[in-house]
T-cell receptor, first 117, second 114 residues
Framework: NAGVTQTPKFQVLKTGQSMTLQCAQDMNHEYMSWYRQDPGMGLRLIHYSVGAGITDQGEVPNGYNVSRSTTEDFPLRLLSAAPSQTSVYFC????????????????FGPGTRLTVT | AQSVTQLGSHVSVSEGALVLLRCNYSSSVPPYLFWYVQYPNQGLQLLLKYTSAATLVKGINGFEAEFKKSETSFHLTKPSAHMSDAAEYFCAVGSGGTASKLTFGTGTRLQVTL
């Protein structure tokens, strides 16, 4: 299994440009999420999904858009890039807790380092 | 609502010394607690997790953590630090339910010196 994959690894954008960060997992996980990591702030949840066709906002959703048409893929779109979106972005996936209320560990991709100038 | 506080953004220990990284949590329901490690320019890797089966949890690479409900703590320890332990460590809390959402602390960077 490849686990969670992310592309690209690095990206430089100009203010106002749009782009899509790709995330894919091959573990058949229902839950997928996007985080951004900034120095001194840990990881903050941007958007998450509990299955194909179902997405919801996390802690810092403004300026980002997501969709989930398949179980495997969960792309993150930056609609109009701003310097404040310079960050490292991580995608993660896990099994859904479900009726058993068991909390499963999340598996992380290698990250995308984005710079907006 | 749930939150995590990690005391000390940077911790430095000598090789062979005890490692202690502190984590306190806040959760309105019985929590699920995790420690993740991030090596430079890599993603996060699970070290260990608490899911109420046992209060002392053993993880990979010789790390362990003890859940103390009375102190709302889940501190990470390792008896003897190795140079390869140098990394950033994140504590995270999940509250269960179908959302599977995690809330992360701000991280502690561990430096190991000779």
């Amino acid at each position: 299994n490849a686990g969670v994959t992310q592309t690209p690894k690095f990206q430089v954008l100009k203010t106002g440009q749009s782009m899509t960060l790709q995330c894919a997992q091959d573990m058949n996980h229902e839950y997928m999420s996007w985080y951004r990591q900034d120095p001194g702030m840990g990881l903050r949840l941007i958007h998450y999904s509990v299955g194909a066709g179902i997405t919801d906002q996390g802690e810092v959703p403004n300026g980002y858009n997501v969709s989930r048409s398949t179980t495997e893929d969960f792309p993150l779109r930056l609609l109009s890039a701003a310097p404040s979106q310079t960050s490292v972005y991580f995608c993660a996936s896990s099994r859904l807790a479900g009726a058993s209320n068991t909390f499963y560990e999340q598996y992380f991709g290698p990250g995308t380092r984005l710079t907006v100038t | 609502a749930q939150s995590v506080t990690q005391l000390g953004s940077h911790v430095s220990v000598s090789e062979g010394a005890l490692v202690l990284l502190r984590c306190n949590y806040s959760s309105s329901v019985p929590p699920y607690l995790f420690w993740y490690v991030q090596y430079p320019n890599q993603g996060l890797q699970l070290l260990l997790k608490y899911t109420s089966a046992a209060t002392l949890v053993k993880g990979i690479n010789g790390f362990e953590a003890e859940f103390k409900k009375s102190e709302t703590s889940f501190h990470l320890t390792k008896p003897s630090a190795h140079m390869s332990d140098a990394a950033e460590y994140f504590c995270a809390v999940g509250s269960g339910g179908t959302a599977s959402k995690l809330t992360f602390g701000t991280g502690t960077r561990l430096q190991v010196t000779l």
